[in-house]
């Protein structure tokens, strides 16, 4: 993959040399590095990196928020580094969608490994997001659509067929989409019913 920017969250300084002498000969580009999890989030919005790699030994209840926000608005592929049996770092990535874990002491191989696998699972989840996003977007319209043809059957005496073309040919008229259209039949039937 490489080319992709990173940026390291740690408390010492030896951490984030370690993850650059592995990570840059491989193409990997280096953002920028912070010692606090407010620091982080900031780096994380101004540089939109494709990954972090954060050293869990920093302040952990606040390292814990910044990187639930991190997964819940799918800012970027996380890479936490710890210790083997931390079952506090298990249960935050259990739960998560774009955190993965490498142990301590940091290994070249298993590292370059868990950055390639990340990026591909977080571009995995990134597009099964959109889909769904996309699904529940459609099945809003339908039932809007569906709503207001019954609104115009009941109104203007019209069958199931003849409301539904009503609405396409007024969508095509109008240049609008369908959505729109039903929107504002219900608005209006909404509005009529008030009055």
Request: glycine fraction near 4%; proline fraction near 2%; charge should be neutral.
């Amino acid at each position: 993959m490489a080319g992709e920017k990173y940026v390291v969250a740690t408390a010492e300084n030896s951490f984030q040399i370690a993850v650059r002498n592995v990570l840059n000969p491989c193409g990997y580009s280096f953002l920028g590095t912070c010692s606090d999890s407010v620091s982080l989030i900031r780096l994380i919005r101004s540089y939109s990196p494709d990954f972090i790699v954060v050293d869990f030994d920093m302040n952990v209840r606040e390292l814990r928020l910044t990187l639930e926000t991190v997964d819940d608005e799918m800012l970027c592929t996380c890479i936490i580094i710890g210790a083997y049996k931390d079952m506090e770092i298990m249960n935050l990535i259990d739960n998560s969608r774009v955190l993965s874990f490498c142990t301590k002491p940091l290994n070249k191989d298993i590292l370059i490994h868990t950055v390639e696998m990340a990026l591909i699972n977080y571009k995995r989840v990134s597009q099964l997001d959109r889909k769904l996003k996309e699904m529940t977007e459609n099945y809003e319209t339908r039932k809007l659509v569906e709503r207001a043809k019954w609104i115009l059957m009941e109104r203007n005496g019209l069958n199931e067929n003849e409301a539904y073309e009503r609405m396409r040919k007024k969508s095509m008229d109008n240049r609008m989409p369908m959505k729109a259209i039903a929107e504002a039949i219900i608005f209006t039937e909404e509005i009529g019913k008030k009055n």
